[in-house]
């Protein structure tokens, strides 16, 4: 059973500080990592995708990936409230099936 | 560039009656992938269409079905609902190994 873990939360974290995000994998094939944000009452919106190991930047959002520890995360620069929302953690195993967490709570306090 | 359409949007039923879920994907996008989501299970996979063929399947019972059609539309089937069957079902649209694109939803409820 390929699975991916992700911490509930809710996370709280302070306007203006880091929110870092953590995610497991279980399975060593997956190829495709991504993050989606999902606002209460709404769909996943899609925020950051990673394919290989290292980081990868964009805007206020750095994804990281460690293939060798099956570890991804995100990190939030200079959070917002904004920001509130509940962030998926979603694996594509190479067989075109995207697995998601079941999703970290991240609160940010004005 | 259209989204991901979903029709209805909302949907109340009885136990025991079937109901039909529309999918329309991002225009040049093949794959289709539908998604349950309730609170305590989060987003759990149904199944996943490519070209009109059902290319991966999740752990839902036969009473789940689904099928695309050559414009790349989908539908899912639910027959005889249960209370259970009550969650939010969601359909992606992605263009080969790309993220998914998602749709605004169907809210199911089954009293």
């Known amino acids: 059973q390929k699975e991916v873990e992700q911490n509930s939360g809710p996370l709280s974290v302070p306007e203006g500080a880091i929110a870092s995000l953590n995610c497991t994998y279980s399975d060593r094939g997956s190829q495709s990592f991504f993050w989606y944000r999902q606002y209460s009452g709404k769909s996943p919106e899609l925020i950051m995708s990673?394919?290989?190991?290292g980081d990868k930047e964009d805007g206020r959002f750095t994804a990281q990936l460690n293939k060798a520890s099956q570890y991804v995360s995100l990190l939030i620069r200079d959070s917002q409230p904004s920001d509130s929302a509940t962030y998926l953690c979603?694996?594509?195993?190479?067989?075109?099936?995207?697995?998601f967490g079941k999703g970290t709570r991240l609160h940010i306090l004005p | 560039k259209a989204g991901v359409t979903q029709t209805p949007r909302y949907l109340i039923k009885t136990r025991g009656q079937q109901v039909t879920l529309s999918c329309s994907p991002i225009?040049?996008?093949?794959?289709v992938s539908w998604y349950q989501q309730t609170p305590g299970q989060g987003l759990q996979f149904l199944f996943e269409?490519?070209?009109?063929?059902?290319?991966n399947k999740g752990n839902f019972p036969g009473r789940f079905s689904g099928r695309q059609f050559s414009n790349s539309r989908s539908e899912m089937n639910v027959s005889t609902l249960e209370l259970g069957d009550s969650a939010l079902y969601l359909c992606?649209?992605?263009?080969?190994?790309?993220?998914?694109?998602f749709g605004s939803g169907t809210r199911l409820t089954v009293v």
């Open positions: 269409y490519f070209s009109e063929t059902q290319r």
């Open positions: 992606a649209s992605s263009n080969y190994r790309e993220g998914y694109t």
């Open positions: 225009s040049g996008h093949r794959s």
């Open positions: 990673i394919y290989s190991n």
């Open positions: 979603a694996v594509n195993h190479g067989d075109d099936k995207i697995i």
